[in-house]
C-alpha cells in the first residue's frame, strides 16, 4: 500500500529551497524578473491607455515566464545528477512521489516569493491610479497558476540532463510550447489555441476565474508531473525484464494527456467562472433572472400602459384573450443563435462568451427557453437560412500567415415567441451580449408593447431605409411611430367606437428648431399638457447639413422651374423661446461650449476642446448627476460641439416651479464660444439639375481662444489696463477707472465662486396640486450624441474608447416611458480605474501651458493695436498738414489708407503666425513636459520594486557571513 508521508516531503521542501537561495543567483534572478516585469508593465501605452490594470504586463507575462520558470528549474534535477547526490537522495526512505513532491513545492514556492515581490507593481498601481481590487488579485491569481503550470515542465526539462545551461535551454523550448507555438500554429479561435497560457490568462486579466483556466493549468502541471514521475523512476524498469515498460507507460502517458485535454475542453464549454469584478460584469444579472422567472407568469409582470388602461375600463381581455388564449399562459422563448464557425481573432472572446450565455439561459429557462445554435460556413445552407431571418455578416479584416485577409463574419441571433420576435442582426461587443439577449426575451414575452413616437422635423430621423441607427436600436424594445406636427400632437386618441387607444407614450423631437411656427406651437402645446418628451436641440449640430444650425435661415425652396422662393421661416428664428419660457430655462442657438478635460491622451491632438468629456475626471463629481436612473453608475459621455442650457432664477415668492435636474455637466475648466469664435462661412459650390449652385457651408475655426468665464475677464482687465496706459484724455482715463472697477469686483466674484460648469442635458419636471405631471421633459443640447458614429464604436469587440452615449439616450426614453426594466444592466459599466496622478500632473503643465497661451493671445493683440496706432497717427498727420488742401488731403488720405490697409493685412498675418507659432511651441513643450513626468512615475515604477528582494539578499548574506564567522575559530580570523 502506497504511503505518503507530509515530514519527508517538507525535508526535501526546505532543502530545496534553501539550496537556491544560498547564493546571489537566486536573488538576481528574482531582482531581473521584478525589474522586466516593471518594464513591460508601465511602458508608453500603459499611460496613453490611461487605466490602473496590469493589462500590458499580462500580454507579455507568458514570454516572461520563458526566462523565469528555466531559471528556477534548471538546477532542480540537473544539480542532482551532476553532484551525484541523485543516487544517495533515491536511497533514502522515501518514496519518488515524496521526493517528486517536496521538490515540486519547493520551486512554487521560489516562484511564489518572485511573484509576491512582484506584486510592488499592484502597490505602484494604487499610488498612481485607483485599480479594482478584485481584477489585480484574479490577474496575480491567474499569474500563480500559469507559473505553477510551467514550473512542472521546466522540471521535466531538468531532469532530462545534468547540465543546468542545458536545462535552461530545454526548460525554455519546452515551455514555448504552450506559450507561443500552440496559439501561433492553431490560432486562438481553435479548440487548440484555447489550450495556450496566453490565451487562457485573458479571463483572468479582466476579474475572471474561469473553471476553464483553474482545469487546464492544474492539468498541465499534472501531466508534466506524471512525465517527471516516470523519468526519475525510470531506474526501476529501464532494464532486465521490465525493459519493455517503456512502451507501457508511454502508452499511459498519452491516455493521461487525452484525458486532461478533454477536461480542459469540457470545461471551457461548461462556461463556469467566477466574477471578482466590483459590478459584477460577467455575472447573470438580477434583471435577466427576473426576466426569465416572468416567462412562467406574465401575468404577475404585467407593466404595459394597454393593459393599465383595459383595467381601468373594466376589461381584463387583451388580444390574446380573445383568441382563446389564457393571458396568463407561460411563453415559450426560442433563440435561434446563427454563429460562424471559424472568427478572426477579435471576435474570439465575443463568440466564447455569446455560447456561454446561451449555454446558461438554455439552462436558466429550463422549458420556457430553448436555443438552437446554427453554425455558419461560407455558402452554407446554413448561411441562407440566417439572411432569410435578417441576420447580417460583418466583414472583419485580420492577418492570417503574414497576410491580411477579409472574413464574412455571423454573430446573430432570431429571439421569438407567440408574442413577436426580435433579430439581434450582429452581436460586436461582448458587454452587450447578456443585455441584448435579456431585452430581447423581456420584449417578445410582452403581448404588448410601449410606443416611441418620432417627431417629424428636418433632421430626418426616419428616413426610410436611410433611418438612423437610434430608431433600429429602438425597435428592439418599442413600436416605432412618426408624428407629424403640422396637426395637434395627441398621444392619445378615440377609435370610431369612441373608446380611447394609446399612440405612443413617449414623443422624440430631434432639431425641433427647424420647425415652422404653427408646428412649432403644436410641440409646445404638447409639453405643455405634461406629456413625456425627449427633446435635442444643438447649436451646431455636425451630423447635419447647416441649413439645420438654429441660428441659420432655412435654404430656399425652388420651383419646378428651378426658381428659389424663400422658405417658411424657423419658429421663433430658431431659438426655442416658446419652449424654453414654458420650461423655465436658458438656451442660446448660437454659442457651444468647450472643456479642457479628455481622459483619452492618445486623442488629445486630433480632437478640439469642443469635443466635450462628461465624466467624474473633469472636476465635478455629479458631472454625470449620481441619483438620477438615466445616468446612474454611467462613467464617460462625449458630445460633440453641445450647447448649454441654464435655469432661470425664479423669485422667491414664484410657487410651483419646475424641478431642474442637471443630467451631463461639463467640468471645471470649460467657457462658451460665440458663433463667430469657432466658425467661419466657406462657399460651396454644387451642381445640380438647374446648373452649378452656391451654398454657405460652416467650418469649424481653427484654433480658437478657449478662455473661462475668469480668464475672459482676466482678458478683459489686461485690455482695459493697456488702453489706460495709451489714453491721454482725462475723461476717457476715468471712463476706463471705472470699466476696470467693475471688472475687478467681477473678476473677485468668480474666484470666489467655484466654476461649475455648464449642464448639456437635464430633466425637467413639474406637478400640479393633484399630483399630475404638467411637465416632463429631458433637454438635452446636443443632437452629435447619439449618432450613428457611437452607435458603430458600441458594437466594435475593440472599440478604442468605451463611451455611456447609447446607454444615456436608452435610459433618458425608459425613464420617460416609465420602463425600468433594463436601467440596471445597461449602468452594469466597469470599474472607472484611471491614473488619477498621472491626470493630476498633465491638469498642472495643462494650466501653465494655458497662462502662457493666454500671454500670446495678449501680445498679438498688443501688436496688432501698435499697428492699428501707428495707421492713426499717420493719418491724423495729414489731417493736420496745413499745406495741404482738402482735396488733396482726401487724396493722401486715401493713399495712406490703402498703403496701411495692405501693411495691416500683412501685419495681420505675421502677427497670427506668430500667436499660432508660439501657440505650437508651448504645446510642444507641454507635451515634453508631460511625457517627462511620465517617464519620471516609470523609472520609479521600475527601480522600486526590486528594492525589497534586494535588501532581502542583504539581509540574508549578512545573516550568512555572521554565521559563519560564529563558527570560526578566533585563532584563524585575520586581525
Known sequence: ??????????????????????????????????????????????????????????????????????????????????????????????????????????????????????????????????????????????????????????????????????????????????????????????????????????????????????????????????????????????????????????????????????????????????????????????????????????????????????????????????????????????????????????????????????????????????????????????????????????????????????????????????AGDIVIDFFGNADLIEYELTRAIGTVSKSERRTIGILRTDAGVIRGEEEWQIVTELRRQYDITEVSADSKIEPVRKDEHGKEERVFDVLIAVMPSSLTQPQFKNLVDYVKAGHPALICDDPFPGMLPPPLYPSQEKSPQRDFRGQPSPSEPKADDGTLSSLTRLLKIEWKNDQVIWDQYNPHIEYEDVWPQTFVFVGKGNGLESALNPNSPVTQGFNEVLCLFPGSIKKFESKKDEKNVPTFVPLLRSGRQTGILEWEEFTREVPDVQMTMFGPQVRTRFEVAPNPDYLTPLQKEEEKLAELQEQLEDAEDDAEKKSLRKEIAKVEKKIGQLKKTPEIGHTIAAHITQEDKDGNATLNVIFVSDVDFLGDQFFDIRNEPDAFIDLDNVPFLLNAIDVLAEDDAYLDLRRRSQHDNRLTLVEKTRKEFDKKRQERRQQAVRDARKRRREAQKQFEEAREEIANDKSLDNRQKLMKLANVAQDESIKLKANEESIEKRKQKEVEQYKAEFQREVREAERGIMFWAIIIPPIPAILLGLIMLGVRVTSERSHLDPSRMRS
Open 1 to 418: 500500500m502506497l504511503q505518503f508521508h507530509p515530514n519527508v516531503v517538507f525535508a526535501v521542501l526546505k532543502r530545496n529551497v534553501a539550496s537556491y537561495f544560498s547564493g546571489v543567483l537566486g536573488y538576481l534572478f528574482i531582482v531581473v524578473f521584478v525589474v522586466v516585469g516593471g518594464y513591460f508593465a508601465f511602458q508608453q501605452q500603459f499611460f496613453t491607455n490611461n487605466e490602473a490594470n496590469l493589462d500590458q504586463l499580462t500580454g507579455m507575462y507568458p514570454l516572461l515566464l520563458l526566462f523565469l520558470i528555466p531559471a528556477i528549474t534548471m538546477t532542480a534535477w540537473s544539480d542532482e545528477k551532476k553532484l551525484g547526490t541523485d543516487e544517495l537522495l533515491f536511497t533514502l526512505p522515501a518514496s519518488d512521489l515524496e521526493i517528486l513532491v517536496g521538490k515540486y513545492l519547493a520551486v512554487l514556492t521560489v516562484y511564489t516569493i518572485a511573484l509576491l515581490f512582484s506584486s510592488t507593481h499592484a502597490i505602484v498601481l494604487a499610488y498612481i491610479g485607483d485599480p479594482e481590487t478584485g481584477v489585480i488579485f484574479a490577474t496575480y491569481l491567474g499569474y500563480w497558476l500559469a507559473g505553477a503550470a510551467l514550473l512542472a515542465a521546466g522540471m521535466f526539462a531538468s531532469v532530462l540532463t545534468s547540465s543546468a545551461t542545458v536545462a535552461f535551454v530545454l526548460g525554455a523550448v519546452i515551455c514555448s510550447i504552450p506559450v507561443y507555438f500552440i496559439e501561433q500554429i492553431a490560432g486562438p479561435e481553435t479548440v487548440a489555441g484555447r489550450l495556450s497560457v496566453a490565451t487562457q490568462l485573458r479571463d483572468f486579466s479582466i476579474g475572471l476565474v474561469p473553471l476553464s483556466g483553474v482545469v487546464y493549468f492544474i492539468s498541465l502541471a499534472l501531466f508534466m508531473l506524471y512525465l517527471n514521475m516516470v523519468f526519475i523512476s525510470r531506474r526501476h524498469w529501464s532494464g532486465g525484464k521490465m525493459a519493455g515498460m517503456g512502451a507501457h507507460f508511454a502508452v499511459r502517458t498519452i491516455a493521461l494527456a487525452i484525458i486532461l485535454i478533454s477536461l480542459t475542453a469540457i470545461s471551457t464549454y461548461a462556461s463556469v467562472r467566477a466574477d471578482l469584478t466590483s459590478e459584477k460584469l460577467y455575472t447573470l444579472s438580477e434583471t435577466t433572472h427576473k426576466t426569465v422567472d416572468r416567462l412562467a407568469n406574465p401575468q404577475a409582470a404585467k407593466t404595459d400602459d394597454a393593459d393599465r388602461e383595459n383595467e381601468a375600463n373594466g376589461n381584463d381581455q387583451s388580444k390574446e384573450d380573445k383568441k382563446g388564449k389564457s393571458k396568463n399562459e407561460p411563453y415559450v422563448v426560442t433563440i435561434q443563435a446563427f454563429i460562424s464557425k471559424d472568427v478572426p481573432q477579435q471576435y474570439v472572446d465575443v463568440r466564447r462568451r455569446l455560447l456561454g450565455l446561451l449555454r446558461r439561459y438554455d439552462r436558466e429557462g429550463g422549458k420556457l427557453i430553448d436555443v438552437r445554435y446554427v453554425d455558419i460556413e461560407p455558402f452554407s445552407k446554413e448561411e441562407e437560412e440566417a439572411i432569410k431571418h435578417g441576420i447580417t455578416a460583418r466583414t472583419a479584416r485580420s492577418e492570417r500567415n503574414g497576410r491580411l485577409v477579409s472574413d464574412e463574419v455571423y454573430m446573430g441571433a432570431k429571439v421569438e415567441s407567440r
